[in-house]
């Protein structure tokens, strides 16, 4: 894991003092990579990363602004609710230039979060692109994991980590981070099929609800 943490150089999660974002945060530390924590509050951010770093031991594992934070990291993840995106982004876009922006983001809209119903640029990860510019290149991958998962660092999860984005490269990227986490990444084609990967987020919401439990995910077969 120590390779991949090389490969990647440092991780910033934008986001990261929530569920998921300081649940991944985690499990990278864990793994051998450099993170960095972002938060709106740079003390928050180093709080989540002190508490994290005390139940994990020695990791590479920081807090701080998520426009430090953007700036300091090589790769940069983007853990928020849909409705914080636009602002977030705009917050810590002078860190993003000739990065790779990995979003986790899913645009759960209306009232009943287990009905998708697509925004208005087409997905969650079309409007980053055209928000930040071609100069940071935008890959969608982890929308599917559930975060209830990913709190517990000894957890195997059971789902694969469907990966769009218009560069094989750059969704080169998230794959090392799926396997950095315990999970397999797949190319899943252009950061246009990011629609549909966003939309079966609302459709795990609803089949965890019909069955009662959290653990419903996405596997790839004859692969």
Not at 51 to 63: I, K, N
Request: proline share 4%; aromatic share 2%.
């Amino acid at each position: 894991m120590a390779q991949a943490g090389n490969a990647l150089g440092v991780v910033a999660v934008i986001g990261g003092t929530g569920a998921e974002g300081s649940g991944f945060a985690m499990r990278w530390a864990r793994a051998g990579l450099d993170v960095v924590i972002g938060s709106r509050s740079a003390e928050k951010g180093t709080r989540v990363a002190q508490e994290l770093r005390a139940r994990l031991g020695d990791v590479r594992l920081r807090g701080t602004s998520n426009l430090e934070a953007a700036r300091m990291a090589d790769v940069v993840v983007l853990s928020v609710p849909y409705e914080s995106q636009a602002s977030i982004l705009e917050s810590i876009k002078p860190g993003l230039a000739g990065k790779v922006l990995v979003t986790v983001v899913a645009p759960l809209l209306g009232e009943k979060k287990g009905r998708y119903t697509p925004p208005p640029g087409g997905s969650a990860a079309m409007e980053a692109q055209a928000q930040v510019g071609p100069e940071t290149r935008v890959v969608a991958a982890f929308q599917n994991v559930s975060a209830h998962h990913l709190a517990d660092p000894q957890a195997e999860i059971d789902c694969d980590v469907l990966v769009c984005g218009d560069k094989r490269k750059d969704r080169e990227v998230a794959i090392a981070l799926a396997e950095a986490a315990g999970l397999r990444g797949v190319h899943a084609g252009a950061l246009q099929n990011s629609a549909v990967v966003e939309g079966l987020t609302a459709v795990l919401i609803a089949i965890n609800a019909i069955y009662k439990t959290r653990h419903a995910g996405i596997r790839i077969t004859g692969i």
